[in-house]
């Protein structure tokens, strides 16, 4: 019983030394600073290019994380695989997350939708009458965003993840009720920031060998 509850642990270890290279929190981080650029509303209204530009950007923070990850991260600590326990937490995580996912995205198109259909907008708008719409679509929008971080967090053995969630969260809500960037901003940076710390600590803990180096 002892031996299992070790290989457990060792596992658990080994799978939380694939975050100490930083780079989940810097595309956070990334995520919140191109949200907070391309969800800002323009005095005209927004339009498909807005939309169109922050699904890029959001595909741009995604390559660089993936980029970082062979070119940084696998050199250094190598292709680990895992058991089937993982395995299942991993699957069980994948089918909630896309749950919000699907949530997540219903509501920025309800949202976009309203913006750029004034019609769709009035009518939604006098449904949510009295209740103040925009305070509650936007406490849904970052209640989405905490907790599906914070189910990331729990079964990908993240602690960071719980802070993230909660910055992630707040600078949703900012964005989507005041409709100014620069907070939001600012906390993508708080994201970002312990992020490069710790790559670069990554970097120096684990340097590649001076063979693996000469054959690049």
Not at 77 to 88: H, P, T
Not at 120 to 128: A, Y
Not at 133 to 143: C, D, K, N, P, R
Not at 204 to 215: G, M
Request: a positive charge; hydrophobic letters at 50%.
């Amino acid at each position: 019983m002892s031996a299992s509850l070790n290989l457990k642990e060792i596992e658990k270890r080994a799978f939380r030394s694939t975050y100490q290279d930083g780079l989940w929190d810097i595309y956070y981080g990334l995520i919140v600073i191109f949200m907070a650029v391309f969800m800002d509303r323009p005095e005209e209204g927004y339009g498909w290019l807005n939309i169109v530009l922050m699904a890029g950007s959001f595909l741009i923070a995604f390559f660089l994380f993936r980029l970082g990850k062979k070119l940084i991260t696998t050199p250094r600590l190598g292709q680990v695989v895992f058991g089937e326990v993982r395995k299942k937490k991993k699957r069980t995580m994948s089918i909630i997350l896309g749950i919000f996912v699907g949530l997540q995205f219903l509501l920025l198109m309800i949202t976009a939708f309203g913006w750029l259909n004034p019609t769709f907008g009035r009518q939604l708008g006098s449904l949510l009458e009295g209740k103040n719409e925009l305070l509650l679509v936007s406490t849904i929008g970052s209640m989405i965003v905490c907790v599906g971080m914070s189910v990331t967090a729990h079964f990908s053995d993240f602690p960071r993840g719980y802070y993230i969630s909660i910055l992630m969260s707040l600078a949703v809500f900012l964005i989507l009720y005041f409709d100014q960037p620069l907070f939001p901003a600012i906390i993508g940076v708080l994201i970002v920031l312990p992020g490069v710390l710790l790559l670069v600590r990554f970097l120096k803990q684990y340097p590649l060998a001076k063979d693996e180096v000469s054959h690049e």
